[in-house]
């Protein structure tokens, strides 16, 4: 079973996140929903009956949360991030893949950025494209080895975000792919902890869709070794 951690809604409550439910049982996996506000102790006794979990995009930095919302939820993904870590360090795999928000804050967690001002540091870009993946050593590369040179003839991701990393050396942190101008996949070298900017939850034809179940393959294929 592979949790994921939903957005709060605007008013109350948490969103279902249906595109990256069924992203995730599109490889055959069982999806469990994660409210964003759920009391740490009842968070950390769910991630211990999973075995994998993944962050979702969004734009929870923007004006559409309360700072209350935004802070909850970031403190859910520190809460996540400490105890799944906590898990590798004591021998347990536990994989962790964000997508788009969920890859920035991956990033900035590596950095030991403050939950408060997590997205001060990051560069704007206003994108909304389909990309190519040119893809560098790596355990995802070895993944995609078979759609590889397909990948970097035909456009197979897309963009719908707003923010973005410089291309500069990340502690702890292999940079898998970028897109022109910043880092769009990473993978931590300590940990299966994955990272993609771009959104496979939303393949828009027949090539993106089977990029799309690859990368759920391999989310499936890394939880299976929990």
Not at 131 to 156: A, G
Request: hydrophobic share 35%; net charge positive.
């Amino acid at each position: 079973m592979i949790g994921i951690i939903a957005l709060p809604k605007r008013n109350k409550g948490s969103v279902y996140p249906e595109n990256y439910v069924k992203w995730v049982e599109s490889s055959g996996s069982k999806a469990v929903v994660l409210p964003y506000d759920l009391p740490k102790r009842q968070l950390v006794q769910c991630l211990n009956q999973l075995d994998g979990v993944v962050w979702t995009g969004g734009s929870i930095e923007s004006a559409t949360y309360s700072h209350k919302q935004y802070v909850t939820y970031m403190k859910s993904l520190v809460t996540c991030f400490e105890t799944v870590k906590a898990y590798n360090d004591d021998g347990r795999y536990y994989p962790l893949f964000g997508i788009c928000l969920g890859f920035e804050i991956l990033v900035l967690f590596s950095k030991k950025v403050d939950v408060n001002h997590a997205f001060d540091n990051m560069k704007h870009h206003f994108r909304d494209s389909r990309d190519c993946i040119v893809l560098k050593d790596s355990r995802l590369r070895d993944w995609f080895l078979p759609l590889e040179k397909k990948m970097v003839n035909q456009p197979c991701a897309t963009h719908h975000h707003q923010f973005g990393f410089d291309i500069k050396p990340l502690k702890g942190i292999t940079i898998v792919s970028t897109d022109k101008d910043f880092i769009n996949m990473i993978e931590y070298k300590k940990y299966p902890f994955y990272g993609v900017q771009f959104h496979p939850e939303r393949p828009f034809d027949a090539f993106s869709e089977k990029v799309s179940l690859h990368f759920s393959l391999f989310l499936k294929h890394e939880c299976e070794k929990n």
